[in-house]
């Protein structure tokens, strides 16, 4: 599977982005994909979770309410739709994939195997 973001740009604080993340290949039943962002000098760090069979999802406190994600499984795409945007949303988004991961590993970049090439997200004042 190969993973290709998309969706970055420049937004006021208080504005909407939807990122994209298609899949090349078709997942399997056990494949969990997730969001998570980079920031300058900082780790990556998680944001949002979803598993590909049920689509149960998982967030970073940071994130809930205003942050969702879901997955059209016809078009092997998942979406992170961000609203009311923060200075501190702005970030590189990467989206990734994993397999058989636990609810208890879901936050770790670790347990992602596959990764994007990265989105820049950009929140002005």
């Known amino acids: 599977v190969q993973l290709q973001a998309s969706g970055g740009g420049l937004v006021q604080a208080g504005g909407s982005l939807r990122l994209s993340c298609i899949a090349s290949?078709?997942?399997?039943?056990?494949?969990?994909m997730g969001w998570f962002r980079q920031a300058p000098g900082k780790e990556r760090e998680f944001v949002a979770a979803?598993?590909?069979?049920?689509?149960?999802?998982t967030y970073d406190d940071s994130v809930k309410g205003r942050f969702t994600v879901s997955k059209d499984t016809a078009k092997n795409t998942m979406y992170l739709q961000m609203n009311n945007l923060e200075l501190r949303d702005a970030a590189v988004y990467y989206c990734?994939?994993?397999?058989?991961?636990?609810?208890?590993?879901?936050?770790?970049?670790?347990?992602?195997?596959?990764w994007g090439q990265g989105t820049l997200v950009t929140v002005s004042s």
């Open positions: 290949g078709r997942a399997s039943t056990n494949t969990v």
């Open positions: 990734a994939a994993g397999r058989g991961l636990i609810t208890s590993e879901l936050r770790n970049v670790r347990g992602y195997t596959t």
């Open positions: 979803i598993k590909w069979s049920g689509g149960s999802t």
